[in-house]
């Protein structure tokens, strides 16, 4: 679970597959699922992630999946990503637009 403050205003719930080498870095993907508003606007929509984990910060580009915005957020459309160093805030990008 994860919260968002900013553009983004709301929860997240995300499913990571992490697939770990002997060097303790790792790549991952995943899908995260947002609920709240983004611009004022409510709804939902999906986010598929691609990223890599060096043991202290997650790293990863997304991209709002087509289709899957709800509520007057459909017609969603965007790609950004995050940096997480490991127990501090992360910072998160989505530069978006509608249809």
């Known amino acids: ?10 929860d997240g719930t995300a499913e990571y597959l992490l697939m770990y080498p002997e060097n303790r870095s790792s ?3 995943g899908m995260q699922y947002v609920v709240g508003r983004l611009a004022g606007r409510p709804g939902s929509f999906v986010l598929e992630l691609n990223g890599t ?6 790293e990863a580009d997304w991209f709002v999946v087509p289709g899957s915005a ?9 790609e ?3 940096a997480a160093p490991l127990g501090r805030t992360a910072s ?8």
């Open 1 to 10: 679970k994860q919260s968002f403050q900013g553009d983004i205003e709301g």
């Open 92 to 99: 998160v990008d989505l530069d978006y637009e509608f249809e």
């Open 53 to 58: 984990f060096d043991g202290a910060t997650l």
């Open 70 to 78: 709800m509520g007057q957020l459909r017609g969603l459309h965007g």
């Open 27 to 29: 790549n991952f993907v």
């Open 80 to 82: 950004g990503g995050f």
